[in-house]
Protein backbone atom coordinates (compact mmCIF):
# COMPACT_ATOMS: atom_id res chain seq x y z
CA UNK A 1 0.00 0.00 0.00
CA UNK A 2 1.73 3.19 -1.30
CA UNK A 3 1.05 6.24 1.25
CA UNK A 4 1.83 8.36 -1.27
CA UNK A 5 -0.96 10.93 -2.54
CA UNK A 6 -0.77 10.80 -6.01
CA UNK A 7 -2.42 14.11 -6.74
CA UNK A 8 0.04 15.87 -4.96
CA UNK A 9 2.79 13.99 -6.52
CA UNK A 10 1.70 15.09 -9.67
CA UNK A 11 1.50 18.60 -8.73
CA UNK A 12 5.84 18.14 -7.15
CA UNK A 13 6.13 16.94 -10.74
CA UNK A 14 4.90 19.75 -12.56
CA UNK A 15 6.40 22.64 -10.34
CA UNK A 16 9.36 20.37 -10.96
CA UNK A 17 9.01 20.72 -14.81
CA UNK A 18 7.82 24.56 -14.92
CA UNK A 19 11.00 25.34 -12.68
CA UNK A 20 13.59 23.77 -15.41
CA UNK A 21 11.23 25.84 -17.95
CA UNK A 22 11.75 28.88 -16.14
CA UNK A 23 15.28 28.42 -16.17
CA UNK A 24 16.67 26.49 -19.07
CA UNK A 25 20.14 24.65 -18.60
CA UNK A 26 22.39 23.53 -21.18
CA UNK A 27 21.87 20.02 -20.84
CA UNK A 28 18.58 18.16 -20.17
CA UNK A 29 18.03 17.72 -16.03
CA UNK A 30 17.54 14.31 -14.37
CA UNK A 31 14.67 13.77 -12.19
CA UNK A 32 15.90 12.36 -8.82
CA UNK A 33 14.26 10.87 -6.20
CA UNK A 34 16.24 11.52 -2.70
CA UNK A 35 15.01 9.30 0.29
CA UNK A 36 15.88 9.62 4.21
CA UNK A 37 15.55 6.98 6.31
CA UNK A 38 14.97 6.27 10.07
CA UNK A 39 14.92 3.52 12.66
CA UNK A 40 17.93 2.13 10.24
CA UNK A 41 21.56 1.70 12.11
CA UNK A 42 23.50 0.99 9.05
CA UNK A 43 26.44 -0.60 11.13
CA UNK A 44 23.74 -3.40 12.58
CA UNK A 45 21.36 -3.63 10.26
CA UNK A 46 21.55 -6.09 7.10
CA UNK A 47 22.28 -3.73 4.23
CA UNK A 48 20.44 -4.02 1.54
CA UNK A 49 20.62 -3.69 -2.33
CA UNK A 50 17.90 -4.50 -5.29
CA UNK A 51 17.51 -3.48 -8.86
CA UNK A 52 14.15 -2.80 -10.73
CA UNK A 53 13.16 -2.00 -13.69
CA UNK A 54 10.94 1.15 -14.54
CA UNK A 55 8.32 1.55 -17.13
CA UNK A 56 10.39 4.21 -18.55
CA UNK A 57 13.88 5.28 -19.78
CA UNK A 58 15.00 7.71 -16.79
CA UNK A 59 17.96 9.40 -18.66
CA UNK A 60 17.96 10.75 -21.86
CA UNK A 61 21.99 10.38 -23.02
CA UNK A 62 22.20 6.87 -21.48
CA UNK A 63 25.36 5.82 -22.84
CA UNK A 64 26.32 1.92 -23.21
CA UNK A 65 29.46 0.38 -24.16
CA UNK A 66 29.07 -3.56 -25.64
CA UNK A 67 32.86 -5.12 -24.52
CA UNK A 68 31.85 -7.93 -26.92
CA UNK A 69 33.33 -11.10 -28.86
CA UNK A 70 33.27 -11.23 -32.16
CA UNK A 71 29.80 -11.91 -32.93
CA UNK A 72 28.34 -9.38 -30.04
CA UNK A 73 30.86 -6.87 -31.59
CA UNK A 74 29.20 -6.92 -35.15
CA UNK A 75 25.92 -6.93 -33.49
CA UNK A 76 26.71 -3.77 -31.46
CA UNK A 77 28.22 -2.02 -34.97
CA UNK A 78 24.70 -3.08 -36.82
CA UNK A 79 22.23 -1.27 -33.83
CA UNK A 80 25.06 1.69 -33.96
CA UNK A 81 26.01 0.81 -30.18
CA UNK A 82 29.85 1.37 -28.78
CA UNK A 83 31.95 -1.74 -28.46
CA UNK A 84 35.15 -2.91 -27.05
CA UNK A 85 37.11 -6.18 -27.83
CA UNK A 86 38.94 -7.45 -24.92
CA UNK A 87 41.98 -6.55 -27.06
CA UNK A 88 41.24 -2.73 -26.55
CA UNK A 89 40.81 -3.20 -23.20
CA UNK A 90 44.28 -4.85 -22.51
CA UNK A 91 45.54 -1.89 -24.66
CA UNK A 92 44.38 0.09 -21.44
CA UNK A 93 47.56 -1.84 -19.57
CA UNK A 94 45.43 -1.93 -16.06
CA UNK A 95 45.73 2.14 -15.86
CA UNK A 96 43.54 3.37 -12.97
CA UNK A 97 43.45 6.94 -14.72
CA UNK A 98 42.29 4.94 -18.32
CA UNK A 99 39.91 2.89 -16.83
CA UNK A 100 38.42 5.68 -14.84
CA UNK A 101 38.06 7.64 -17.96
CA UNK A 102 35.84 4.69 -19.61
CA UNK A 103 33.62 4.05 -17.04
CA UNK A 104 32.79 7.67 -16.81
CA UNK A 105 32.75 7.50 -20.36
CA UNK A 106 29.46 5.44 -19.87
CA UNK A 107 26.05 5.11 -18.17
CA UNK A 108 26.86 1.19 -18.05
CA UNK A 109 28.41 -1.33 -19.81
CA UNK A 110 27.31 -5.23 -20.88
CA UNK A 111 29.88 -7.92 -21.43
CA UNK A 112 29.84 -11.37 -23.72
CA UNK A 113 28.98 -13.76 -21.01
CA UNK A 114 32.02 -16.09 -21.99
CA UNK A 115 34.29 -13.00 -21.13
CA UNK A 116 32.88 -11.01 -18.01
CA UNK A 117 35.26 -13.40 -15.90
CA UNK A 118 38.25 -11.56 -17.47
CA UNK A 119 37.28 -8.12 -16.95
CA UNK A 120 38.92 -7.96 -13.79
CA UNK A 121 41.94 -9.61 -14.82
CA UNK A 122 42.30 -7.34 -18.24
CA UNK A 123 41.11 -3.80 -16.21
CA UNK A 124 41.60 -4.81 -12.26
CA UNK A 125 38.78 -3.16 -10.06
CA UNK A 126 38.21 0.12 -11.79
CA UNK A 127 34.68 -0.85 -13.09
CA UNK A 128 33.29 -2.68 -10.14
CA UNK A 129 34.76 0.49 -8.02
CA UNK A 130 32.49 3.08 -10.12
CA UNK A 131 29.42 0.38 -9.54
CA UNK A 132 29.49 -0.08 -13.34
CA UNK A 133 30.42 -3.83 -13.76
CA UNK A 134 29.41 -5.45 -16.61
CA UNK A 135 25.70 -6.81 -16.77
CA UNK A 136 26.25 -10.33 -18.61
CA UNK A 137 25.08 -10.87 -22.08
CA UNK A 138 24.30 -14.23 -23.54
CA UNK A 139 23.75 -15.09 -27.16
CA UNK A 140 20.63 -16.14 -26.58
CA UNK A 141 19.42 -12.66 -25.73
CA UNK A 142 18.69 -10.14 -27.97
CA UNK A 143 21.18 -7.18 -27.28
CA UNK A 144 18.44 -4.54 -27.97
CA UNK A 145 16.19 -5.71 -25.67
CA UNK A 146 18.89 -6.05 -22.90
CA UNK A 147 20.46 -2.20 -23.78
CA UNK A 148 16.82 -1.75 -23.30
CA UNK A 149 16.00 -3.30 -19.93
CA UNK A 150 19.84 -1.82 -18.69
CA UNK A 151 18.94 1.55 -19.56
CA UNK A 152 15.11 0.94 -17.40
CA UNK A 153 16.72 -0.25 -14.18
CA UNK A 154 17.73 1.68 -11.05
CA UNK A 155 19.73 0.33 -8.43
CA UNK A 156 19.06 1.05 -4.38
CA UNK A 157 21.98 0.44 -2.19
CA UNK A 158 22.01 1.10 1.67
CA UNK A 159 25.50 2.51 1.97
CA UNK A 160 27.15 3.99 5.72
CA UNK A 161 24.38 6.69 5.83
CA UNK A 162 20.37 7.24 6.01
CA UNK A 163 20.18 8.66 2.36
CA UNK A 164 19.96 7.33 -0.92
CA UNK A 165 19.20 9.45 -4.03
CA UNK A 166 18.47 7.46 -7.42
CA UNK A 167 17.73 8.86 -11.09
CA UNK A 168 13.69 8.14 -11.64
CA UNK A 169 13.45 10.71 -15.04
CA UNK A 170 13.90 13.69 -16.94
CA UNK A 171 12.21 17.00 -17.03
CA UNK A 172 11.34 15.91 -20.78
CA UNK A 173 9.51 13.20 -20.13
CA UNK A 174 5.28 13.86 -20.04
CA UNK A 175 4.02 14.06 -16.72
CA UNK A 176 2.05 10.60 -16.39
CA UNK A 177 5.90 8.33 -17.23
CA UNK A 178 7.43 10.63 -14.34
CA UNK A 179 4.32 9.42 -12.05
CA UNK A 180 4.81 5.84 -12.93
CA UNK A 181 8.09 5.80 -13.04
CA UNK A 182 8.25 7.45 -9.19
CA UNK A 183 5.53 5.20 -7.73
CA UNK A 184 7.30 2.09 -9.18
CA UNK A 185 11.13 3.23 -7.47
CA UNK A 186 8.77 4.30 -3.96
CA UNK A 187 6.83 0.83 -3.49
CA UNK A 188 10.37 -0.99 -4.64
CA UNK A 189 12.45 0.65 -2.21
CA UNK A 190 9.84 0.78 0.82
CA UNK A 191 9.58 -3.38 0.06
CA UNK A 192 13.28 -4.10 0.46
CA UNK A 193 12.95 -2.24 4.25
CA UNK A 194 12.98 -4.25 6.87
CA UNK A 195 9.87 -1.85 8.39
CA UNK A 196 9.24 -0.93 4.97
CA UNK A 197 6.96 2.76 5.37
CA UNK A 198 8.07 3.37 9.09
CA UNK A 199 11.61 2.85 7.64
CA UNK A 200 11.09 6.10 5.31
CA UNK A 201 11.65 9.24 7.12
CA UNK A 202 10.76 11.81 3.90
CA UNK A 203 10.69 11.32 0.40
CA UNK A 204 11.73 14.44 -1.85
CA UNK A 205 11.75 14.72 -5.79
CA UNK A 206 13.99 17.07 -7.58
CA UNK A 207 15.59 18.29 -10.50
CA UNK A 208 19.22 18.44 -11.18
CA UNK A 209 19.43 21.71 -10.39
CA UNK A 210 15.47 22.32 -9.38
CA UNK A 211 14.16 22.70 -5.57
CA UNK A 212 13.39 19.78 -3.91
CA UNK A 213 9.85 18.67 -3.76
CA UNK A 214 8.80 17.25 -0.84
CA UNK A 215 6.55 14.05 -1.72
CA UNK A 216 6.16 12.27 1.65
Given at each position: ?????KEFL???????????????????????????????????????????????????????????????????????????????????????????????????????????????????????????????????????????????????????????????????????????????????????????????????????????????
Open positions: MSKINLESIQAIKDGSEEKKRKFLETVELQISLKNYDPARDKRFSGTVKLRHVPKGNYKICIIGDERHLDEAKNLGLDCKSVEDLKKLNKNKKLVKKLAKSYDAFLASDGLIKQIPRILGPGLNKAGKFPTSLSHQEAMEDKVETVKRTIKFQMKKVLCLSVAVGNVNMAQDELLANIMLAVNFLVSLLKKNWQNVRSLHVKSTMGKPQRIY
